[in-house]
């Protein structure tokens, strides 16, 4: 049941992407803020959410309670902190604040795993009134928890009571673990359908969070099909720990696209942290993806830890993948771009680009551009400008993405696949980065349609 044209929402990771989302929200379909970054700077990011959320520009959004990270290893909320004793200071390693406080708005069993120092589990919720109370107080969270901070506020107050609901509740969830695997699945089975049976004045979405392989367990992915429909929830949204679209094989991607198509019958749904290929899905089933500004397209379980930021790729358009910027370059000979005009036509001809190449196709090197971030640095990274071309670039031609998928048929999108593959594939620098093209395109035919190598 997706609508004509596939959702995009924008998940927001830090306040200082709000510049993004300000530039491109309208062209957007919404965006989802996390509860832990609620916590962080309630009165920031409640105002952001009223900002967009609320009546002037009015765009939908999720609030995305992030129940699951009381169920992983507590360690993953824990930072190192240095805290006041009597006469000094000492450091300990305890739960961020955020996640301490996300916990107490929860309350119940959030609470209390973090007083006890160890993580939930399907034990927890054996009773039926463990598993509804917390379904009401994640769902009263989402739809309290900003207005309720707005009202604090002298200036914001007037307009707390005006910031509307969010698009959909979204049901308490934990990653399936392979461990106690049927004990979690059905314990996802009973939050989604005790929040639907809460009877909010807002939908209802399930999430389904668990590892890639679950999508090689065809008697998990059917208990699913068979069940999360009748809990009486509207959508779900399917987050597959690790499945990055470019590299997954086609086996798996099909299993994506059957679960899609299946539960399609009956829900919304959504890819939590989805990329083309996912959007690819919208005239299978797939109503909409998340992601964020400049990366997210898949997303691990477990938070990385104690690494630099990553470098911001420039988004090839032509393959839906980021790539290095001189592994682009590499190929302008071959394809006879020598001037902004080629560029423009073959690689990109979007605002952000008009105006870097402007002055030449040189210029296009501004993408990747390096320096020493501060005079300590021992190796040159990625300048803030550079990354911000990159973000601005991709979310423009996410838009255009969704824009143009919505005119095309599934044969339209993979003879796209080939026809983008025939081109990139006879560039070195370019072709590992583009083998997905023909693995999507297979993932979207039926084995035995005949017409699979290419
Ligand atoms: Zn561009």
């Given amino acids: 049941m997706p609508d004509e044209q596939p959702q995009v929402f924008i998940r927001l990771g830090t306040h200082a992407e709000k510049d993004y989302l300000q530039k491109t929200i309208r062209l ?9 970054l609620l916590e962080a700077t309630p009165g920031a990011t409640s105002s952001l959410i009223l900002k967009f959320g609320g009546k002037k520009i009015a765009k939908p959004y999720f609030l995305d309670p992030m129940t699951y990270a009381y169920g992983m290893n507590l360690s993953y909320l824990k930072s190192e902190q240095t805290v006041k004793t009597n006469g000094g200071k000492k450091t300990i390693f305890a739960p961020k604040r955020s996640y301490a406080q996300l916990a107490l708005q929860f309350g119940g069993l959030f609470e209390e795993a973090i007083q006890r120092d160890s993580r939930l589990t399907p034990v927890d919720f054996q009773s039926s009134t463990a598993v509804e109370k917390t379904c ?3 769902a009263r969270y989402q739809l309290t928890r900003p207005s309720s901070e707005l009202a604090m506020d002298e200036e914001s107050a007037p307009f707390s009571d005006s910031l509307p609901n969010p698009y959909a509740v979204m049901a308490p969830y934990f990653f399936v673990d392979n461990d106690y695997f049927d004990d979690w699945l059905n314990l996802f089975i009973s939050l989604s359908e005790a929040t639907a049976n809460l009877e909010l004045d807002a939908p209802v979405h399930a999430v389904l969070c668990a590892d890639v392989s679950f999508l090689d367990n065809q008697t998990a992915i059917d208990f699913v099909v068979d069940r999360l429909p009748g809990t009486g929830v509207d959508g779900v949204w399917l987050w597959f720990s690790t499945l990055d679209e470019h590299s997954a ?3 798996r991607l099909r299993k ?5 198509e299946a539960l399609s ?8 942290h989805g990329g083309y290929y996912s959007l690819s899905l919208c005239r299978l089933g797939m109503t909409g993806i998340a992601h964020g500004v400049g990366y997210g397209e898949h997303k691990d379980i477990a938070p990385v830890q104690g690494q630099s930021t990553p470098t911001v790729r420039y988004y090839l358009p032509a393959v839906h993948k980021r790539l290095g910027v001189p592994d682009i370059e590499r190929a302008f000979l071959n394809l006879n771009i020598t001037s902004p005009e080629d560029f423009f036509e073959k690689i990109c001809d979007c ?8 002055d030449g196709i040189q210029k296009f090197g501004s993408f990747g551009e390096l320096d020493y971030a501060s005079a300590k640095s ?5 300048t803030a400008a550079a990354a911000k071309l990159c973000r601005f670039h991709f979310l423009i031609n996410r838009i255009k993405e969704r824009n143009a998928i919505t005119t095309k048929s599934v044969l339209d999108i993979r003879a796209d696949f080939k ?8 560039e070195q620098s370019v072709a590992n980065n583009a083998d997905h093209l023909p693995r999507w395109r297979k993932a979207l035919s039926e084995p035995d349609d005949g017409e699979i190598e290419f």
């Fill in 28 to 36: 957007l379909d919404g965006f989802m803020v996390a509860a832990n």
């Fill in 136 to 138: 009401q107080s994640v």
């Fill in 249 to 251: 094989s086609v086996k």
């Fill in 256 to 260: 994506l696209r059957h679960l899609t």
């Fill in 265 to 272: 019958e009956h829900l919304y749904v959504y890819n939590m």
């Fill in 351 to 358: 605002t952000i680009c008009k105006g870097v190449l402007k």
């Fill in 378 to 382: 021992k190796r040159r990274s990625q």
């Fill in 419 to 426: 026809a983008k593959w025939d081109v990139w594939s006879k």
